[in-house]
């Protein structure tokens, strides 16, 4: 394992955040199993809602700050300079709690007002104001994440990605046992005091991992403060910007929702219940193999930022084709999964039909999702984040058009299909323009056609299994979770016996 780790930094960080990842979404789904047998769909839309506006601030305060935090300390750790790595973060900390002070000062004092005409919901006055405070603490979790990133260190992360999941559902369920031995309601204010003592455990993590640190020693920095507060504010400008906008466009998107599906002609109740159910049951199960695309991103845009900067461009080609690669094997895989047994996820898992029939359209997503978000990383690592801004907001605003065009015609299937579209069109764009800078690896039509054809042949022996009298009597849940591994395992047999590519080195 020592040696896997200085050989391939990128390979051990995704492979450290992914495994992290998977324990922390399959404990998520089992809080979220949890939670939908706890509160109302309305409660859990009513939760949803809220979330754009934290969206909002972590793009302003922690996102874009802990990106250059973990380039620049990736520079300065790679000269051997352990001084000006420490004090880089020192500096992103400063910008980020300053800008998270700000933002949670704002939130507090007028949640009222963003209640009630922003999120159009006054009941989410309260939840906002729980909310506002855990927004410093992502500041600081996000940033000492980004030193660990910048120094090819993933443990912390990924420890305190687990720490937060943890902490944040044994809260929920201590808190729901005791307002249920209070007789009290359950509402949705429980589970935003879930995400506030998550990431108070996740700033603890990190922050007593970051003091136990034993320090490298060096002949300390020369160079003034101003010119690491100029570099990481010159870089961390405007990745902000960018992600300020396209988040205020996914929170336009997600305010706007409810209201159309409201001129559609559904109650305000009902409207929140259908977006609780897209939103906190569908998608999630959606995004869940973004466990392993998502780490794979972290890792990755350091990764060819550093291979660029050497010349070695070859190692650009390798790493950016093995990556879209297994990104696109990983969506036609959960794409057939979802195909084959969305329908029977809903009912099973949250006992919810209409759970079901959105996991089954939104199958279609995840090809296009997974390898979206893999290109977007190449690009950026590339230093292209204005052209990764540019087709992001192209496709937001698909999203937006069928949204205030259709939904209000065509109910909630009309997002569905928005999300399809917008997907599809952001990885063509991704992927054209990729063509123009690097050479990938390998014959995308063989690879697509490779994975489809396994996850057909798949379907067809998870299809055989379930016509046996041995898979009659078996309870749903374990019925359902031995033909998905079924499925898998086929799919990974099939892929694995028909591969012809040679091993690219890391």
């Not at 935090?69 to 001084?83: C, M, N």
């Not at 937001?396 to 259709?406: D, K, P, S, Y």
């Not at 898979?471 to 012809?500: K, M, N, Y």
């Amino acid at each position: 394992m020592k040696k896997t780790r200085q050989k391939s930094p990128l390979l051990f960080g995704t492979l450290l955040l992914t495994a992290s990842g998977i324990i922390a979404r399959i404990a998520g789904f089992f809080y979220r199993i949890f939670l939908s047998h706890k509160i109302s769909t309305e409660a859990m839309g009513l939760y949803q809602l809220v979330y754009p506006v934290y969206g909002i601030c972590f793009s302003l305060c922690c996102g874009a700050v802990q990106t250059a935090v973990s380039r620049f300390v990736a520079a300065e750790y790679r000269k051997k300079d352990e001084g000006d790595s420490r004090r880089y973060l020192v500096c992103g900390l400063s910008l980020a709690l300053s800008l998270a002070a700000a933002a949670a000062f704002i939130i507090y004092r007028f949640a009222p007002f963003l209640a009630e005409c922003v999120l159009l919901e006054p009941r989410a006055e309260h939840l906002l104001r729980i909310l506002s405070f855990s927004v410093p603490l992502s500041a600081v979790h996000a940033c000492i994440c980004g030193y660990y990133y910048g120094i090819s260190k993933a443990q912390i992360p990924a420890a305190a990605q687990l720490v937060e999941q943890l902490v944040r559902i044994l809260t929920v369920v201590a808190v729901i046992h005791v307002a249920e031995t209070s007789g009290k309601e359950i509402t949705a204010v429980y589970a935003v005091v879930g995400h506030l003592a998550g990431e108070a455990g996740a700033l603890f993590t990190s922050l007593l991992a970051f003091s136990l640190r034993p320090r490298r020693k060096d002949g300390g920095s020369s160079r003034p403060a101003r010119l690491l507060w100029g570099g990481l504010f010159a870089m961390a400008l405007p990745l902000m910007g960018n992600r300020l906008i396209l988040s205020v466009l996914q929170s336009l998107e997600a305010i706007m929702i409810p209201g159309c599906l409201k001129t559609y002609g559904l109650s305000a109740a009902d409207a929140l219940g259908t977006y609780g159910v897209l939103t906190g049951m569908a998608l999630p199960f959606i995004l869940f193999p973004t466990a392993i695309t998502g780490s794979l991103s972290v890792m990755l845009l350091p990764h060819i930022a550093a291979a660029q900067s050497g010349g070695a461009f070859d190692r650009v080609n390798a790493s950016a084709g093995f990556s879209i690669r297994y990104s696109l094997y990983i969506g036609i895989l959960f794409a057939g999964l979802f195909l084959r047994f969305g329908e029977r996820i809903g009912p099973v898992v949250f006992g919810n039909q209409l759970a079901g029939s959105f996991l089954t359209v939104l199958a279609w997503l995840c090809p296009f999702l997974y390898v979206s978000g893999t290109a977007g990383s190449v690009i950026n690592g590339l230093g292209d984040t204005k052209t990764t801004f540019f087709h992001s907001a192209a496709s937001l605003a698909v999203r937006l058009l069928f949204v205030v065009l259709l939904i209000p015609r065509m109910g909630i299937r009309a997002y569905l299909y928005g999300l399809l579209a917008s997907e599809l069109i952001l990885t063509f764009l991704h992927l054209f323009f990729l063509r123009k800078k690097i050479e990938l690896p390998f014959s995308p039509v063989y690879e697509l056609l490779r994975p489809a054809a396994s996850a057909l042949l798949s379907m067809g022996i998870s299809s055989a299994w379930e016509s046996l009298p041995l898979h009659e009597g078996l309870p749903a849940f374990l019925d359902l979770a031995v033909s998905g591994i079924l499925f898998a395992v086929c799919f990974l047999f099939f892929l694995f016996v028909t591969r012809r590519e040679k091993r690219i080195s890391q």
